[in-house]
């Protein structure tokens, strides 16, 4: 881990994002300031349209705020070419999404090693196989994406989000889909991360997800309420 005691894992400065269509303009994000230290785990709620998406986005690098910057590791992430953008984040940042977190065509080993040939240097410390036995998947290991069910597919795009040992995790309703069982058994493997030194961040409705949490935001119309 990067980030020091004093310097935050991630801090977002005053965020704004503003779309546009045709002569309508939308404001997402609304001067959002937050910051994220390691070994926290911090929940962002909010109901639906509220900007959270478009938050976590902006701090994985992902998009771009149309105002303010995001910093990961003391380096800034906003406001540089995507390929920098895109270094920064495989290097610094674990992403778990709704969806789409796995190739189906490869199996989980390859997804793995595939999200770690992205990044500079050498920060593997743990296997593939160990990964893959972390998150319950230990049996699995040669079965690919479209193979798994929905519990298994969420474990496993954990794996591939913990490949290169980030300093921030960024999670995007990570149990959603998930039955109470796997629900519980995805948020002890976040909770242990945050544990080990990784900032976790959660993007949720899940009330047992936000409950997890050391701090929880909520978004209401792209502004952190009071």
Known sequence: MIATDTEPAMRADNLYRFF??????????????????????????????????????????????????????????????????????????????????????????????????????????????????????????GAVGRQLSGGEQARAGLAVALANDPDVLLADEPTGELDGATEERVLALLKQRAHDGTAVLLVTHSRSAAAIADRVITLVDGRVAA
């Open 20 to 141: 546009r269509t045709g002569d309508e303009e939308t404001l997402a994000l609304r001067g959002v300031t937050i910051e994220l230290r390691s070994g926290e785990t911090v929940a962002v709620v909010g109901p639906s349209g509220s900007g959270k998406s478009t938050l976590l986005a902006c701090l994985a690098g992902l998009d771009n705020p149309s105002g303010g910057a995001v910093s990961v590791a003391g380096t800034r992430l906003s406001h540089r070419p995507e390929r920098e953008r895109a270094a920064l984040r495989a290097e610094h940042i674990g992403i778990l999404l709704q969806s789409g977190n796995l190739l189906p065509h490869l199996s989980l080993v390859d997804n793995i090693e595939l999200a770690r040939a992205a990044a500079p240097g050498d920060r593997h410390v743990r296997a593939p196989r160990d990964l893959l036995e972390e998150v319950g998947l230990g049996h699995r290991v």
